[in-house]
Antibody
């Protein structure tokens, strides 16, 4: 069964850092690009970041550019999102999603995790 | 403000048909494939349509997609109460070098 399981969410103070993880199973991670997508309370889906299969290409939404960093470890079947200088507006449910294609730009996201919640508050 | 524009809500009776529009520009929909997702808040979004009009296995043919120029449309026929959810269009924006979603459309089956 194809599965994506996110972790690492929690309560974090403004200006601090947090690292999200996504462990995948049921498919070979190194064959696909991966993404992070978030949903703030009462808001719609927002694409956050994407990374190609070999990590050579990454992309970020303007809202997180310069503060978030995406990485992956194919040997560990894992995707990461390093969040720095977090703000109240980063409060959201963060989803990990698998792309159908190995490269960026984004193809389409055919498998999603259930998400991990990040709350930024003092 | 989302790069892709969707109506905030649509509604129809069970058994009827509904369409959801997604309007963009030449930097996104006009030159890239569109996908559509069904989402119940707090759960994993579900891919409904990819490459503008293709359905993944397991998605019933009641769901259809189309694209013309810088707009895309999701159609749902034979509406069921289980179709009540939020629906999002998504694509890549070449100018932004970023993925983009529409603001989402809440479907109510009356």
């Amino acid at each position: 069964e194809v599965q994506l399981v996110e972790s690492g969410g929690g309560l974090v103070q403004p200006g601090r850092s947090l690292r999200l993880s996504c462990v995948v199973s049921g498919f070979t991670l190194e064959h696909y690009a991966m993404h992070w997508v978030r949903q703030a309370p009462g808001k719609g889906l927002e694409w956050v970041s994407g990374i190609s299969w070999n990590s050579r290409s990454t992309a970020f939404a303007d809202s997180v550019k310069g503060r978030f960093f995406i990485s992956r470890d194919n040997a560990k079947n894992s995707l990461y999102l390093q969040m720095s200088s977090v703000r109240a507006e980063d409060t959201a449910l963060y989803y990990c999603a698998k792309d159908f294609l190995p490269q960026l730009p984004m193809g389409y996201m055919d498998v999603w995790g259930k998400g991990t919640t990040v709350t930024v508050s003092s | 403000q989302s790069v892709l524009t969707q109506p905030s809500s649509v509604s129809a009776a069970p058994g009827q048909k509904v369409t959801i529009s997604c309007s963009g520009s030449s930097s996104n929909i006009g030159n890239n494939y569109v996908s559509w997702y069904q989402h119940l808040p707090g759960t994993a979004p579900r891919l409904l349509i990819y490459d503008n009009h293709k359905r993944p296995s397991g998605i019933p043919d009641r769901f259809s997609g189309s694209k013309s120029g810088t707009s895309a449309t999701l159609g749902i026929t034979g509406l069921q109460t289980g179709d009540e959810a939020d629906y999002y269009c998504g694509t890549w924006d070449t100018s932004l070098s970023a993925g983009v979603f529409g603001g989402g459309t809440k479907l109510t089956v009356l």
